[in-house]
């Protein structure tokens, strides 16, 4: 237990609601992943947005068309994937008349600057639970304006089938085919809203999903932010090795012992010398798949680095968007406890099979450490 929160699960329900009920200052990082604006249904039941909390919502529903590419079928983790296989699929909106909630799927928002409150609304109550020492780290992606193309997945040209190119709904003001610029527009805000952004981190991907289009180039990034709730914050220094020439301020030359993989292990009396240095902001990490997961998962390797920064010994990782628990996973690799929030229960039973080898090895390594300790 932390301060009255239970740790190492996972709680069912909207992340908001969720949040509200932690107390104040009992997570030491915040790390997650949160859906991308007008790019895929999770086929969850919608939330209320806004509004006034003590009103008697009258809502009045309409629909609209969002534009999507096809994944195909076999790509498909969980069957309530509406946007899968189907192009121009519809999103209902509903529109309180008495105070103007909305409701409806987080990332589904008719604006996209009613998509980024909402998320901020979110890190207000992240914000709130950090301890003063405490981070948050955000993977966000950008989305196109509607093309306006029009088809089903049978009149696509045969060389895209199968791969994704999401269009987001056209905002006004905002032509078609242009970058609507989210994570621009969420780290904006997000600094008016009182956070400190450390860094904007790219991840970039060697091998990305191929893309149809010829107009323009293949996207082969996206951003992660690193925001600090105050001005001084618990951050481990992370280094990296470099074959840079020049010495810079702080670089340290280590010298590092040699052993001999023919001879399993076997010390050689050379030594090798590497120069290290601070860690840079662009991260070559290829995307990783997992094959009960959904398919917003991002590697593990792109957040070990920031949890071991970001998170103390002994510390508590959130994950208030925890799909199939990679952050639990890489936390626990870590000896680190954490808290996730899942809205869809099928995606709770995905990560208690996937994280359940790691919680019996963690159980383990505990009930040794307290052996000895009696001892």
């Known amino acids: 237990m932390s301060d009255g929160l239970e740790l190492n699960k996972v709680y069912i329900g909207s992340c908001l609601d969720i949040l509200k009920t932690f107390p104040d200052e009992s997570i030491d990082m915040c790390i997650t992943s949160p859906p991308y604006w007008g790019l895929r249904d999770y086929g969850t039941e919608g939330q209320i947005w806004g509004g006034d ?15 999507s590419g096809s994944w195909g079928e076999k790509d498909n983790a969980l069957s309530h994937h509406k946007n899968a296989t189907i192009l ?84 006004e003001g905002i032509k078609t085919k242009s970058l609507v610029m989210i994570p621009s527009r969420f780290a904006i805000e997000m600094i008016d809203r009182g956070w400190i952004l450390r860094n904007e981190i790219i991840w970039h991907k060697p091998t990305c999903m191929p893309s149809p289009v010829t107009d323009r180039y293949t996207v082969d990034f996206e951003k992660m932010f690193f925001f600090t709730k105050k001005s ?24 590092r012992d040699v052993y001999s993989a023919k001879h399993k292990g076997t010390h050689l009396a050379s030594s090798s010398r590497t120069m290290t240095r ?49 952050t639990a996973e890489v936390a626990m690799g870590q000896d680190k406890d954490w ?37």
């Open 339 to 375: 808290v996730g929030i899942e809205l869809n229960p099928e995606y709770e039973k995905i990560s208690q099979k996937r994280l359940k080898p790691t919680i019996v090895k963690k159980k383990t390594r505990e009930k040794a450490s307290q052996f000895w300790d009696v001892r």
């Open 88 to 171: 121009n699929w519809e999103v209902e909106d509903k529109i309180c008349k008495k105070c103007g909630a909305w409701k409806g799927e987080l990332g589904l928002e008719p604006t996209p600057e009613m998509f980024i409150n909402n998320l901020c609304d979110i890190f207000d109550e992240v914000k709130r639970v950090l301890r003063p020492h405490g981070s948050c780290w955000v993977n966000l992606g950008d989305s196109y304006a509607n093309s306006g193309k029009k088809g089903s997945v049978e009149e696509q040209p045969k060389s895209t089938k199968g791969l994704s190119y999401g269009r987001a709904p056209t905002p």
């Open 53 to 67: 909390d003590e009103c008697e919502h009258d809502f009045t529903s309409s629909t609209r068309k969002l534009h």
């Open 232 to 255: 001084k914050y618990y951050f481990k220094q992370q280094i990296e090795d470099t074959k840079a020439k020049t010495v810079e301020p702080r670089m340290i030359e280590e010298k």
């Open 278 to 326: 601070n860690k840079r902001t662009v991260w070559s990490i290829n995307p990783a798949s997992f094959k009960d997961a959904h398919f917003a998962t991002y590697p593990p390797k792109l957040i070990e680095s920031p949890i071991d920064a970001g998170c103390p010994v002994d510390g508590v990782v959130l994950d208030p968007f925890f799909g199939s628990g990679t």
